[in-house]
């Protein structure tokens, strides 16, 4: 039997900085993974250079059921902080849009950070490491994996949600909480593409082409790029507002979120009252979109000067609100994120310890903390990895 001061299962973003703050205050620390290689879900992140945090963190970013929980661990542990621990290590990173923070190069750098950070506080990190079996022994535990059994005091539950399923991810850590009384809320994909129903399948054609766009449910609106797959509606402004769908919902889209197609073609009928409506649409618009309207029968193609009133409207509904009723998401295979988890109400919001379970903590996306797109679920695991490992530090 091994004994540490702490155990930390999971080696991806939350459980490696943890270990790392906790190893470089003096405690000895081991990391538990069942996988091959550390930090999986962080090198497929970004499109490989890691959105590590966002330049704006609030506590609005973030979906809970207990909407204060987030407020102590991301005011303890800001954006700032990770984002001079970046710099310190010399990596050079860039803006791309909405405050969103990317490495230059790769994000292999982000894994190395961590890496090295653990080296400094002598983590010990054993992968292919299947928990078997985890005991409470009076005041510690027992954590049984395969070929070794470890003992102590602080076990820690990073082990992640569900997304990703392709890298690993299991149910593991909800199991852990209820193996201890600790309720989970039911768990979803989220930051998700949508699917077609079977009528909308024609538009499957269009897959590769995006346009910005701005969509609406009764909760929340969100404006950025929309892209067409074979399978349905994805990016940015989709992966959004599916944190935001319940099954069955229909989502309001704007097409043509910055212009008025009632007002471009009032102007156009004084000056070029000879043009094709296709034409003009095609300006604004992906010509290969106008063409599958008009192919599909959804829009009549004809001189702009000969539109009725009727015609003005019905183009204002059809671009301006698009009523788009999703069949499903893609589900865990391809959501950055799951939404649900270990219920906070019964987690400490200053340490992470479950409050009726002493010893045992709970950090990163196990917990019922959903961030939005842009690096608000990394900012998540450092900041609920830091106030955890403080946590611990003050017993």
Request: glycine share 8%; aromatic share 10%.
């Amino acid at each position: 039997m091994k004994q540490y001061d702490v155990v930390i299962i999971g080696a991806g973003a939350a459980g490696l900085f943890c270990a790392a703050q906790l190893g470089q205050a003096g405690k000895s620390v081991v990391v538990l993974d069942n996988g091959k290689k550390i930090g999986r879900k962080i090198l497929m992140s970004g499109g490989g250079f890691c959105n590590f945090t966002n330049l704006e963190v609030t506590p609005n970013h973030y979906l809970c059921q207990n909407r204060h929980f987030v407020k102590s661990a991301l005011s303890r542990y800001t954006n700032w902080d990770f984002i001079s621990l970046v710099a310190g290590y010399g990596i050079s990173y860039h803006e791309k849009e909405l405050g969103q923070l990317f490495c230059d190069e790769s994000s292999q750098q982000i894994v190395d950070l961590l890496q090295k950070e653990c080296a400094k506080g002598k983590v010990d990190i054993q992968l292919r490491q299947a928990v078997d079996l985890i005991q409470k022994v009076e005041n510690s535990y027992q954590i049984q994996t395969n070929g070794e059994i470890y003992q102590t005091e602080h076990l820690v539950i990073a082990t992640g949600g569900l997304s990703m399923s392709g890298l690993g991810a299991s149910p593991f850590g909800y199991k852990v909480a209820e193996q201890f009384d600790i309720p989970v809320v039911p768990v979803r994909a989220s930051l998700v593409p949508f699917t077609w129903k079977e009528s909308d399948k024609p538009f499957a054609a269009l897959s590769g082409i995006s346009l910005p766009i701005s969509v609406t449910n009764r909760n929340k609106t969100f404006s950025n790029q929309m892209l067409f797959t074979h399978r349905g509606l994805s990016g940015p402004a989709i992966l959004q507002i599916s944190n935001y769908w319940d099954m069955g919902e229909t989502v309001e889209i704007d097409l043509l979120p910055t212009e008025s197609i009632v007002d471009i073609l009032a102007e156009l009928r004084q000056s070029s009252p000879k043009l094709q409506l296709k034409t003009v649409l095609s300006r604004y618009l992906p010509k290969k979109l106008v063409e599958l309207w008009i192919e599909q029968q959804m829009l009549k193609d004809q001189v702009i000067a000969q539109l009725s009133k009727n015609d003005l409207q019905f183009l204002e509904q059809f671009i301006h609100h698009w009523h788009f009723l999703p069949n499903g998401t893609e589900g865990y295979r391809t959501a950055e994120v799951t939404m649900g988890g270990v219920d906070t109400d019964h987690i400490s919001s200053k340490t992470m310890e479950a409050k009726n379970v002493q010893g045992l903590y709970f950090i990163g996306e196990v917990l019922d903390v959903t961030g939005w797109l842009g690096g608000y679920n990394f900012q998540w695991a450092w900041s609920s990895a830091y106030a955890c490992a403080q946590g611990i530090l003050e017993k």
